[in-house]
């Protein structure tokens, strides 16, 4: 499946939560993830994320869809990183 990621956790466990999405997906902007993921590396993610993340205050969103193609993205100004160089 595709998916994309937002996440919006208090300051002193940004970059926890930055280092683990990057391990799962590919980072396209502030706190903003997307790519391919199978349901259980998703799972994983959940629940790493939820051992960082405090559950009061912090959130973790995530849109899925069966395939990028089903999306439309359009990116106005300057696209933070171009994902047509992957193999």
């Given at each position: 499946m595709?998916v994309?990621?937002?996440?919006?956790?208090?300051?002193?466990?940004?970059?926890k939560?930055?280092?683990?999405?990057?391990?799962?997906?590919?980072?396209?902007?502030?706190?903003?993830f997307?790519?391919e993921?199978?349901?259980?590396?998703?799972?994983?993610?959940?629940?790493?994320?939820?051992?960082?993340?405090?559950?009061?205050?912090?959130?973790?969103?995530?849109?899925?869809?069966?395939?990028?193609?089903?999306?439309?993205?359009?990116?106005?100004?300057k696209?933070?990183?171009?994902?047509?160089?992957f193999?």
């Amino acid at each position: 499946m595709y998916v994309i990621a937002v996440y919006d956790v208090g300051q002193k466990r940004v970059a926890k939560m930055l280092k683990l999405c990057r391990r799962y997906l590919n980072w396209i902007q502030n706190s903003v993830f997307e790519g391919e993921i199978s349901e259980v590396r998703l799972l994983e993610l959940k629940n790493k994320a939820t051992d960082i993340m405090d559950e009061e205050t912090d959130s973790l969103i995530i849109f899925k869809t069966r395939q990028e193609k089903w999306l439309e993205k359009e990116i106005v100004g300057k696209e933070r990183q171009n994902l047509d160089n992957f193999l």
